[in-house]
């Protein structure tokens, strides 16, 4: 299997945060989430990928090529999209298609014209003029434009209400459908991941907390659910995380370990469900 993006053992030091040897690959034409609590080290991840940040070791492969040495020839290959756009906002669109397209010698004007007409976005208009979901399709319209063969986006759904977030999830879904794009995406809305991810990289608080396929990850976990005089010492021990009620308890539990709580009610656990209790680090709380 071919594998789009490669990395291995990153390492990022800031003052009060390090990034500690995050490794993961993301295949030839599927969509992976990166996932974690704020200030885990998503963006972090992105911007190393991207060579806006030295790291402090560790290697990136972008489509095989070194993301440091081959910088150029790897971003050729790339399309990147922010939270915020990154044009001027004075621009009109057809400025930014004459600004952009310079860069990019196999740019097609028809298929940013397609695009436009797609994404319902007037060649007139200006920057300024666009919702924060169109700013986000022009970007993702300059992108489809020069054939971008791995997508990276940072939070590109966190503003979007849930129709323009659906339409993104569905035009990121088709990119990949040829089996011949990848794309990156960073989120804290996990229902986005429900929707659009084959694999999830997840960090938590600057570690790797797990790389892997979607399904795999949520079948690594349960939840267990009873009344309160049902909560054992033994549960607890087990448990990576519990929430307690004035009735009962729901506890994430790893599903090798459900096998000693076969009496009580064991159902699988939600991709929110193991975020939140992995990240409050197995902390009982209400
Ligand atoms: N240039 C920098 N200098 C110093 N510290 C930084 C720098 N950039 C990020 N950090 C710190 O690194 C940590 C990780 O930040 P990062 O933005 O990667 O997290 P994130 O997972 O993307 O968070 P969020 O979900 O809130 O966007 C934070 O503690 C942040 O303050």
């Known amino acids: ?31 992976m989430g990166l996932i974690g609590p704020n200030g885990s080290g998503k963006t972090t991840t992105i911007k190393l990928i991207l060579n806006m940040l030295k790291r402090n070791g560790g290697e990136i492969k972008i489509m095989g090529l070194d993301n440091v040495a081959d910088e150029q020839k790897a971003k050729a290959e790339l399309g990147v999209v922010f ?16 600004s952009i397209s310079v860069f990019y010698p196999n740019w097609k004007s028809e ?46 759904t966190s503003g979007l209400d849930p129709v323009s977030r659906d339409e993104l999830l569905q035009i990121l879904s088709e990119y990949i ?44 976990f349960r939840i267990v659910k009873g009344g309160t005089e049902e909560l054992s010492a033994d549960l607890k021990e087990k448990a990576v995380g519990v929430r307690t009620f004035s009735t009962g308890f729901e506890a994430l539990v790893k599903t090798e370990d459900t096998v000693a709580f076969s009496s009580l009610s064991i159902e699988p ?18």
């Open 1 to 31: 299997m071919t594998n789009y993006l490669e990395v291995k053992n990153l390492s990022k030091s800031f003052d009060s945060f390090q990034l500690h040897n995050i490794s993961f690959t993301l295949p030839k034409g599927y969509i």
């Open 83 to 98: 939270d915020t756009n990154y044009f001027s906002d004075d621009w009109q669109v057809t400025q930014v298609e004459k």
């Open 111 to 156: 298929r940013f014209a397609e695009m436009l007409r797609k994404f319902h976005i007037a060649p007139t208009k200006k920057v300024k003029e666009l919702s924060k979901g169109m700013q986000m399709k022009l970007m993702l319209a300059c992108a489809f434009s020069y054939d971008a063969k791995l997508l990276i986006l940072d939070e590109p």
């Open 177 to 220: 459908e040829d089996g011949e794009h990848s794309v990156l995406f960073s989120t804290h809305i996990t229902g986005d991941l429900e929707r659009a991810a084959d694999y999830i990289t997840y960090i938590s608080y600057g570690e790797l907390f797990f790389s892997g396929s979607k399904d795999e990850f949520v079948d690594m």
């Open 269 to 286: 656990a939600t991709i929110d469900e193991i975020v939140v209790f992995t990240s409050k680090k197995g902390d009982d709380y209400e």
